[in-house]
């Protein structure tokens, strides 16, 4: 196992400069997976996206949401690999 934890893994995505911690202003979840479509569409992936407060019917949740594996990069981070290839 790469990591011990979920914990783990967002702090070494975090130290690697993989992670962008989103705070919703407005709850709006909409606008939630617009940012998250955006992320993932730029080149390489953009950065994983944990967002902080997300909306469910309504109402900030107090789970947190992510969206982490959207780069070659961080799924091999995921499996503790250098590289995708490298898990093959």
Partial sequence: MAFDSFADFLNRLEAAGELKRHRPT?????A???????EMKKPGGGQALLFEKPTVNGRFSRFRWPSML?????????IGADSVEQAR
Avoid: E, P, T
């Avoid at 407005?26 to 909409?30: E, L, N, T």
């Avoid at 939630?32 to 955006?38: G, V």
């Fill in 26 to 30: 407005g709850g709006d979840r909409i």
């Fill in 32 to 38: 939630d997976y617009r940012h998250a479509d955006r």
């Fill in 70 to 78: 959207g780069s070659h990069k961080r799924m091999a981070m995921s």
